[in-house]
């Protein structure tokens, strides 16, 4: 029987064990946490958000630079797969009111023990508090895996083919650090460097601003960067910065903006909904023994967090003509001086570029060996697409991978 090894217990490599033990293959998945899927259950903590409900043509967009490379793979296995999936594991989906895919149990666990208990049926070994650390054999392209046990006993290990699905790193405690980092590049695979994606920022607030507002959310507003187009959404402000889904869609463009100048300034609008000579003219109309909160609050419908961004934008206090604090509701400026740490984020960008693999997630320099998951060079948003792609990748990996072993048992009977 053909052998796999799939290095990596989340979504992406546990899907690929699912599809290559379905065939028929015998195959071993090596965690090096004590339990696969740590990042997947706290993923599913408040909520397990496994896919989005748009139509394709829009979903395929939240990849940005890297849709061309994802679209097949959503073609492969998409949405409504993903869907069908789950119900056949116990678990049928519903549309929440925002688009968002969520299982009927909403949370994780329910899902994930079903799940487990279908590798287990198929014969899948998850040997955990494993830890793969690079190759033996030098630079030969088939050395054997190096993997080590919890008593710290490392084994040069063989098989057919190998997955490696190790995610990005973010959330290190949960498995997924970047280290694979140095091994991959000492075979002269070509690595991006590993970014926080689906993070917060850092704006440099007044003491007075971050003690009041900090943990309030801005609602229905739209942000601009770098003169881009406007996105809506809603922002959460923090002690030490912004975060939330509007921010992290904006990922891209607020990092290539700091790593051009140190700093990204993001334009705020509080009212997308109203034009700015809307807001002048309901401006216009203050009376006499309104305060400058009153006003804003009265004829605007300002809250008082976004009273109170548009007052710490303009050095702590509010200007009196309607013409200039309209334009500053319009677009409130927010200096963003830096990202939070990667450990702090939900995904990283970078990765594997995609010139180092085929259609089917190949390495090119490494026939037999497939990568899937965070580990290739591409993001997206939150709202399900990271999962989404997650387990589509493993899908066309572990495809892959049975192709790859077809065409070897083709040359072994030639």
């Not at 799939?6 to 195959?27: F, R």
């Not at 409504?80 to 519903?94: K, S, Y």
């Not at 899902?111 to 198929?122: S, T, Y």
């Not at 650090?177 to 590049?185: A, I, K, L, M």
């Amino acid at each position: 029987m053909p052998t796999a090894r799939v290095i990596g217990g989340g979504p992406a490599g546990l899907m690929a064990a699912e599809v290559l033990a379905s065939a028929g293959i015998d195959v071993t998945v090596h965690e090096r946490m004590p339990s696969p899927g740590r990042k997947f259950l706290l993923a599913g903590h408040g909520g397990l958000n496994l896919t989005h409900s748009e139509d394709r043509d829009r979903f395929v967009t939240r990849y940005g630079e890297s849709a061309e490379r994802i679209a097949p793979m959503l073609a492969q296995f998409g949405p409504h797969d993903l869907r069908a999936w789950a119900a056949d594991l116990g678990e049928p989906t519903f549309i929440g009111s925002s688009g968002r895919v969520f299982p009927q149990a909403f949370r994780a666990t329910p899902l994930f023990r079903a799940w487990l208990g279908r590798l287990a049926e198929l014969g899948v070994h998850i040997e955990r508090r494993t830890s793969w650390s690079g190759w033996a054999g030098g630079d030969s392209p088939d050395g054997a895996l190096l993997i080590t046990d919890e008593s710290g006993t490392t084994r040069a290990l063989t098989s057919d083919a190998t997955v490696f699905a190790l995610g990005g790193a973010s959330w290190p405690h949960l498995g997924a650090d970047g280290t694979w980092v140095g091994p991959f590049s000492a075979r002269g695979i070509h690595v991006t460097p590993l970014e926080a994606a689906n993070v917060g920022v850092r704006v440099e607030w007044s003491d007075v601003f971050a003690n009041r507002f900090a943990g309030t959310p801005l609602k229905n507003v739209s942000v601009t960067v770098a003169g881009g187009e406007p996105r809506r959404g809603e922002l959460m402000l923090t002690t030490t910065g912004v975060e939330g889904g509007l921010i992290y869609a904006l990922g891209a463009p607020i990092r290539a903006a700091l790593t051009k100048s140190g700093r990204c300034v993001l334009k705020v609008d509080l009212r997308p909904e109203v034009s700015l000579g809307e807001v002048t003219t309901r401006l216009g109309k203050r009376r006499p023994k309104d305060s400058a909160t009153n006003w804003l609050r009265r004829s605007i419908g300002l809250d008082a967090a976004s009273i109170g961004l548009v007052r710490e934008s303009f050095g702590g206090t509010l200007p009196h003509d309607a013409a200039t604090i309209a334009a500053l509701i319009k677009a409130v400026p927010v200096v963003v001086t830096g990202t939070m740490p990667i450990d702090r984020a939900i995904s990283t960008s970078g990765g594997i570029a995609w010139s180092e693999v085929d259609e089917q997630l190949m390495l090119r320099r490494m026939p037999g060996t497939f990568v899937a998951g965070e580990m290739l060079d591409w993001e997206a948003p939150t709202g399900g697409y990271l999962l989404q792609a997650s387990f589509s990748m493993g899908v066309v990996a572990a495809h892959g991978a049975l192709a790859w072993l077809e065409r070897r048992a083709d040359a072994d009977r030639a």
